[in-house]
T-cell receptor
């Protein structure tokens, strides 16, 4: 299966630590998105790449968050100095020729 | 920004029953997708339907773009249909960028 993959699937960290998540999109998809989902809510947009260019960032993406997509392939999302409010599911999606987005299984972050 | 409202928020059905989920949106859209989120959190694509009608097995969807709503029909529901159903859109002037999600409809199907 060549769907979107995310690693790790689960991450438990202590407050103040840095964490990094990885997303591998569907091959040949040039668009890649990060979303965050908290309990009982729909996913909320964080940032969007077209190839290697980061074209849009949500105001939810504070200075402690950074995302990269070197060479327009996989992407990483780093959170520095984690806070308990960062606990959430982090979802990655990719898109190709149409505007349809395909989601990965997510990384569930718990900050203790 | 665009608002996406889903109804009902919760739905409880007996196996075999039919249901209709509704999504209203406040502006013209370029993309509309329906997703099913399983208990593990995975968002499963059901339909990409900015306009028109599509069917896939027991599921079908209709989007009336001029009236800014979409409907998801589930017929002969099964326990495996349980989960949260999300509608998500992006706006015409921001095509291909962020999807804006509704709050979802939580469906529980009992045997």
């Amino acid at each position: 299966d060549t769907g979107v993959s995310q690693n790790p699937r689960h991450k438990i960290t202590k407050r103040g630590q840095n964490v990094t998540f990885r997303c591998d999109p569907i091959s040949e998809h040039n668009r890649l998105y990060w979303y965050r989902q908290t309990l009982g809510q729909g996913p909320e947009f964080l940032t969007y790449f077209q190839n290697e260019a980061q074209l849009e960032k949500s105001r939810l993406l504070s200075d402690r968050f950074s995302a990269e997509r070197p060479k327009g392939s996989f992407s990483t999302l780093e959170i520095q100095r984690t806070e308990q409010g960062d606990s959430a599911m982090y979802l990655c999606a990719s898109g190709g020729g149409s505007y349809e987005q395909y989601f990965g299984p997510g990384t569930r972050l718990t900050v203790t | 920004g665009i608002q996406v409202e889903q109804s009902p928020p919760d739905l409880i059905l007996q196996e075999g029953a039919n249901s209709t989920l509704r999504c209203n949106f406040s502006d013209s859209v370029n993309n509309l997708q329906w997703f099913h989120q399983n208990p593990w959190g995975q968002l499963i694509n059901l339909f990409y339907i900015p306009s028109g009608t599509k069917q896939n097995g027991r599921l079908s969807a209709t989007t009336v773009a001029t009236e800014r709503y979409s409907l998801l029909y589930i017929s002969s529901s099964q326990t495996t249909d349980s989960g949260v159903y999300f509608c998500a859109v992006d706006t015409e002037n921001q095509a291909g960028t962020a999807l804006i999600f509704g709050k979802g409809t939580t469906l529980s199907v009992s045997s």
